[in-house]
């Protein structure tokens, strides 16, 4: 039996690429459009907010209404509105001052000072002088100019730090006072960089 060859009908090259691609696209758009945006739902915020409309209550001797002698059915339930209430704020236990803070400038008790020799406490007075003096000198040097809050807080703590320096150079704590002038001095030239 002998087959014979039909002849094929020839397709262009050039042509399938945009027939597929027009077809692809009459395809989607006869799937349908995107679904609709849906409203956002009002929030509770939102609701509570809304306060109802009461319409103005109707003058009995209007002809229009019929009067009732009796209500057989009950009456609706009223309605009312509960707005949300802000919890309250948690409280903090007050801050208390630590005891051994508040007792090293006390007189009430004793005050252990370490012992230093007579060399040692001329040079820690001498440091102590100069690092006040330089707090001192930066403050002033600073004063009356308006500060932020961070500059504020920095010119308020080298004032209480030279304030307690002073007072345990007072009462002969001499590497006390040392470290607490060097932290206001520090402060001091902290704050006028800033400025």
């Known amino acids: 039996m002998k ?3 039909q002849p094929r009908a020839a397709i262009p090259t050039g042509t399938s ?35 109802p409309i009461i319409p103005a209550p109707l003058p009995p ?34 801050l208390q001052p630590s005891t051994a803070a508040s007792e090293v400038g006390k007189a009430d008790g004793p ?7 007579a060399d040692e406490s001329a040079a820690a007075q001498q440091e102590v002088n100069a690092s006040l003096a330089a707090a ?9 100019r308006t500060f932020n809050a961070a500059q ?10 030279v304030a307690e320096a002073r007072e345990a150079a007072r009462s002969g704590d001499w590497s006390r006072a040392r470290s607490l002038a060097k932290k206001a001095q ?7 960089r800033s400025l």
């Not at 002809?63 to 802000?86: D, G, K, N, Y």
């Not at 001192?136 to 009356?144: F, H, K, Q, Y």
């Not at 520090?186 to 006028?192: C, D, F, M, R, T």
């Open 3 to 5: 087959l014979s060859a």
């Open 17 to 51: 690429l945009p027939c597929a691609a027009l077809v692809a696209g009459v395809a989607l758009f006869l799937a349908g459009c995107p679904p609709a945006q849906k409203r956002p739902a009002l929030g509770w915020q939102t609701t509570a907010a809304v306060r």
């Open 61 to 94: 001797s209007d002809p229009t209404l019929p009067e009732v002698e009796s209500a057989s059915a009950e009456a609706p339930p009223s309605l009312q509105i509960v707005l949300p209430r802000p919890a309250p704020p948690r409280s903090r236990p007050p």
């Open 111 to 117: 005050l252990i000072v370490p012992q230093v020799s």
């Open 136 to 144: 001192e000198r930066n403050l002033e040097a600073v004063r009356g």
């Open 152 to 161: 504020t807080d920095i010119a308020n703590k080298t004032r209480g730090f």
């Open 186 to 192: 520090v402060l001091s030239e902290e704050l006028g």
